[in-house]
């Protein structure tokens, strides 16, 4: 807003009237920019401009203008852009494990929705929701790998990097079960986002899930089989 103080607006108040409200005053001094009359009128009323105080209409300019000439980087100055966060779920992992349908016999639309929907979710901190899906994805994807239960796959998949991964999700579960399980009680509820597993295992689940797909063999059966059929 112009910068006109208490004095110029209980000059400007006689010329609209003793009821003039307010926001009466309020308009009549943003519209003076460009109103030759009530310009004469403010300058007439206000005295000499305040130091520092944006321009008045007298000066031709408007307060937009000064605005734009004060944000306006300084020559030879970068401009710091600032960098969205990453999905919860590497997307590039997601859109990978889309085109991996072409060879595989596994319908792979609802595992493909659910990471989408996770990443969603994640970005709103949809605490419950990620929850929910995050253990739906561990429930899904064990015929993969030729088990009914996550559990068994973090047992008995993958070298000890990948294990460390899969036993962090399968530990996850829990949390996942308050979420789904616990029923309405007197006391706050404790689950935050921060309660979700971190991103890596995640992404190496994604991984894991892509690279047991690509293995020859491992596609088409919807009974889970040996184990030892699938290798790394």
Not at 8 to 32: C, F, H, M, Q
Not at 87 to 101: C, F, H, M, N
């Amino acid at each position: 807003m112009i910068a006109y103080g208490r004095k110029t607006i209980r000059k400007l108040a006689p010329r609209l009237g003793a009821e003039a409200s307010a926001a009466e005053l309020v308009d009549v001094l943003n519209n003076s920019l460009n109103n030759p009359v009530l310009s004469s009128i403010l300058d007439s009323a206000s005295g000499p401009p305040i130091p520092g105080s944006l321009p008045r209409p007298s000066d031709h300019r408007t307060a937009g203008s000064v605005t734009a000439d004060a944000t306006k980087p300084k020559a030879g100055t970068s401009v710091k852009h600032s960098t969205p966060p990453s999905s919860y779920v590497d997307t590039g992992l997601i859109e990978e494990l889309a085109r991996v349908q072409d060879s595989a016999q596994w319908n792979l639309e609802k595992l493909v929705k659910l990471l989408r929907e996770l990443n969603d979710n994640h970005q709103r901190s949809n605490q419950y929701s990620c929850h929910a899906l995050l253990r739906t994805v561990l429930n899904h994807i064990p015929p993969i790998f030729g088990q009914e239960k996550f559990s068994q796959v973090a047992a008995t998949h993958g070298g000890q990097t990948d294990k460390r991964h899969l036993r962090a999700l399968d530990t996850f579960r829990a949390a996942a079960d308050d979420v789904l399980h616990r029923t309405i009680r007197k006391n706050r509820d404790l689950i935050e986002m921060d309660d979700l597993p971190p991103r890596t295992p995640v992404n190496a689940l994604v991984r894991i899930v892509i690279d047991a797909l690509e293995v020859k063999g491992n596609v088409g059966n919807d009974d889970p089989v040996d184990s030892r059929t699938v290798t790394e």
